[in-house]
T-cell receptor, first 115, second 113 residues
Framework: GAGVSQSPRYKVAKRGQDVALRCDPI?????LFWYQQALGQGPEFLTY????????KSGLPSDRFFAERPEGSVSTLKIQRTQQEDSAVYLC?????????????FGSGTRLTVV | AQSVTQLGSHVSVSEGALVLLRCNYS??????LFWYVQYPNQGLQLLLK??????LVKGINGFEAEFKKSETSFHLTKPSAHMSDAAEYFC???????????FGDGTTLTVKP
């Protein structure tokens, strides 16, 4: 597609509910990143894929967070047993290859509110 | 470890005035540096990037930034502000050839008529 597409755009979850956030990167982009952006702050790194391989998951805040990219294209970020501190905007970004110097193309994000 | 400090969470300028948004970085190796802009309810858009070529980098919408190694700075400037420049701006650093970037907390630019 023309850009990075994320769905849903907004998600309200009850505390304890599981959620799945989808990212559809630009076609042919090798690298895919997930970031978490809390209100009033910059994005914070969660995890990174190169094709289907998850090369870095050091930013995932707990074992309740899980990400996958099974065919090297669409990615899903899953949060189990959501808690209020998980409320944030989740941003997906893709890059044409693995060289960081290309910069990212970001999606519009999914705003997660846990009530 | 890499880090970014953006000085001034809010900057206000008059239309037509110079825009200066400050960014200082910390990196253990030669860095890649980026500026992104975020409009309300949208994702971040890449404005410009420094990747060890020319130290003065020109980006979209008339913005430019200068990499100063001695000052560990990468400040963003625009000679004349336009109302449409009102947005949040993020500076980011990356150390490696692949992988994550570290973002600053952002600077909100307000442009007064």
């Amino acid at each position: 597609g023309a850009g990075v597409s994320q769905s849903p755009r907004y998600k309200v979850a009850k505390r304890g509910q599981d959620v799945a956030l989808r990212c559809d990167p630009i076609s042919g982009h090798v690298s895919l990143f997930w970031y978490q952006q809390a209100l009033g702050q910059g994005p914070e790194f969660l995890t990174y894929f190169q094709n289907e391989a998850q090369l870095d998951k050091s930013g995932l805040p707990s074992d309740r967070f899980f990400a996958e990219r099974p065919e090297g294209s669409v990615s899903t970020l899953k949060i189990q047993r959501t808690q209020q501190e998980d409320s944030a905007v989740y941003l997906c970004a893709s890059s044409i290859n693995s060289l960081t110097g290309y910069g990212y193309t970001f999606g519009s994000g999914t705003r997660l509110t846990v009530v | 470890a890499q880090s970014v400090t953006q000085l001034g969470s809010h900057v206000s300028v008059s239309e037509g005035a110079l825009v200066l948004l400050r960014c200082n970085y910390s990196s253990s190796v030669p860095p890649y540096l980026f500026w992104y802009v975020q409009y309300p309810n949208q994702g971040l858009q890449l404005l410009l990037k420094y990747t060890s070529a020319a130290t003065l980098v020109k980006g979209i919408n008339g913005f430019e930034a200068e990499f100063k190694k001695s000052e560990t700075s990468f400040h963003l400037t625009k000679p004349s502000a336009h109302m449409s420049d009102a947005a949040e701006y993020f500076c980011a650093v990356s150390e490696s050839n692949a992988g994550k970037s570290t973002f600053g907390d952002g600077t909100t630019l307000t442009v007064k008529p």
